[in-house]
């Protein structure tokens, strides 16, 4: 639906400062379109590349009325609230933006199609985007990416909200500037808003959930030398149900083992302790396999979120993970994604230029 003459703002009151505003941090930082404006009460007239370390500099603004102004043909919905419902007022701006002609990408479970007052406010030529709508013709999986030519590296983590789509993104960047012939199935609101292909797994059905990603791995994979699949949630996460499926329906050749530097609790339940990193890579390792169901998935390398430590921590951070998995580590943000993508395509024999 976005075209890439679109200006977006972003909506993301409480986003820059606080821990919801992961979307829009995303597309600040991976968006190839103009951005305008980024829209939080909270963070008027700050700089967003001293708050979140992006180098984009994009004013802030108090609200929807003054993003407006600025020209926006498309409002992203940046924030993902507790609930994942907009308070009352916030709803209201939305509202704003859209009698005044703007297109909405909204990325929350709230179904804004379905709001009457949204549907008689859309203007000619626009349009309001439910990501997360479980899209029509879905089975149950078969495993039929298994038949698949092209390699699929799908990212797992230690928790979720940990950098997966980021290591994601950054592989597939990388991947497609060696020349490979690279797909990336986006499986959540952000990627798709990117512009990449896939599916908002949290929409479907658990029983459909393996097949939602078999069908997306599959209409993307004929003629592609690597596929890179955004992983969401984690075995370890007593809240999560995404992983699974995101195995079975991949049929992964590899994974790619995503954590945060310093973690050792999950983030929201800190009762539960992280294992140290090679029993993690065990654990994925045999879960992909099934005990012999499945082809074997080794833990190709580890992502490290490094953000919070300087670039000294951040490399002894780096150097610790490699030296305790015996596997090749980097922060693909920071430093790149190149050793994961080394390693890749040696093990899976890949010509790159």
Known sequence: MLKPDDRIAIFMHNGLKGAKGKTGVSLLRYSPNEIVAVIDETAVGESVKALTGIDREVPVVRSVEAAIALGPTVLAI????????????????????????????????????????????????????????????????????????????????????????????????SSRAKGLQTAMIATGQTGLMLGESGVALDAVRVDYAAGAVEQSVLR????????????????????????????????????????????????????????????????YESVARAGGTFAPASVAGIALNTFGLNEKEAQRAITKASNETGLPCTDVVRFGAEPLLVQITKINNLTVN
């Open 78 to 173: 940046g924030l993902a609230p507790s609930g994942g419902t907009l308070p009352e007022l916030w709803y209201a701006e939305v509202k704003q933006a859209i009698k005044a002609g703007i297109s909405v990408m909204n990325g929350l479970h709230t179904q804004m199609n379905e709001d009457p007052e949204i549907q008689s406010s859309i203007q000619s030529g626009r349009w309001v985007w439910d990501i997360r709508r479980e899209p029509e013709g879905l089975g149950i999986g078969g495993g039929r990416a298994r038949l698949l030519a092209c390699d699929r590296i799908l990212t797992v983590g230690t928790d979720m909200a940990i950098g997966k789509m980021s290591t994601s993104l950054e592989l597939t960047k």
């Open 220 to 283: 993307a994979g004929e003629g592609k030398d690597i596929i890179f699949v955004e992983g969401q949630g984690s075995l370890l996460n007593p809240g999560s149900t995404a992983t699974l499926p995101l195995l079975r329906g991949t049929q992964p050749t590899h994974l790619i083992l995503v954590h945060k530097a310093g973690l050792t609790h999950l983030q929201h339940f800190p009762d539960f302790q992280i294992p140290p990193l090679p029993k993690v890579v065990a654990l």
